[in-house]
């Protein structure tokens, strides 16, 4: 469970430091920091139960360093989750490096920051995340092998977007055949909010399949663009959220089901790419099931891009990560029943399909 997220004034003193915050048994949380080149990072270790704890480094300017430390907390955790999920021997972890890429990313930076991985001799490997590209996982490799989502050319398993829209659709087929009876997408009306590198992929996916799929974003050249590429209608109304469809398929920002939403949502199925599309898994996953909202867990659907880092490691091919993403299908559809049979939501059932992975695995050791 996520823990209550207090800000650094509601901070309470006398509570233990492992009680603040997204503390959910994280296993190590680690603060890096080195004054030359600027770098103030921490990296969380939620679980490494199932084996290394895997996951991405965001770099963003936090507004206080609590909210960095909170950041990282409750993305690692979700690592946990999201690489149990799928399968995979992965643990979950993440990293945040405090402060505008843009303005003080350095190549120097970015090795300081890897020499910190490297001193965790594997427990944690980093990868690419909001504010990297993989040019800075080209450097972090440059002082230690623990990362993954490096260049193509250096042996990595390259872009991962294509492979995370085709797990998104994979887990919205699924969750459209437990809807409809039928997973075809054909006359479909689905709204795909953010067309950036899932997003895009996600509009040529469904309107392959003949779904008369609406876009939106705040990028009106990309609107353009990918209106003129597959023929998809530019959503033109001020509130996407009172729009009438049967899939609404979040691609830019998460926490976008929230108090303010939910009312308005008009649509059989949540299916996106975005990370935390609940703004609070508990609340927003009830009122989602109260009004009969099948919502594909994000963690679930989204995990192609792990799927795919995690071939780096392991050496798979191609036909290996893709056959992987495909299995999102099995276990969406898994999970929207037994959500359905227990009268829990799907959000709690693939959590509690994940924590029993986990455990199993504890208990084998
Ligand atoms: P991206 O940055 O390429 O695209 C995001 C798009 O959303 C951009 O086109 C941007 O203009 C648009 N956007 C931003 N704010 C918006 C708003 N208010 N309304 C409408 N559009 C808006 O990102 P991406 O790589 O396509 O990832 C999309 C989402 O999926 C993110 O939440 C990301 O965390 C998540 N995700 C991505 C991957 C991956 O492999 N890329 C894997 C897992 C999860």
Redesign the pocket.
Known sequence: MITEVFTANQLKKEAPVFGQLSFDDHEQVVFCQDKDTGLKAIIGVHNTILGPALGGTRMYDYATEWDALNDVLRLSRGMTYKAAITGLNLGGGKAVIIGNPKKIKTPELMKRFGKFVHTLGGAYYTAEDVGMETSDMDTVREVTPYVTGISETKGGAGN??PV?AYGVYMGMKAATKFTYGTDKLEGKRILI???????EELVRLTSEEGANVVI????QE?LEEVKHKYGADIYKGNDIYTETADIYAP????ATINNDTIDKLNVKIIAG???NQLENENIHGSLLQKKGIVYAPDFLI?A??IINVYAEIEGYGRDQIMAKTQNIYDTTLDILNKAKATNITTNAAAISIAEDRITARKNEK
């Open positions: 991962p977007s995370t909010q953010g067309i950036g590198h899932v997003g939106s974003d705040i990028n990309r691609c830019a920002l998460g790419a975005a990370n989204n192609g891009g």
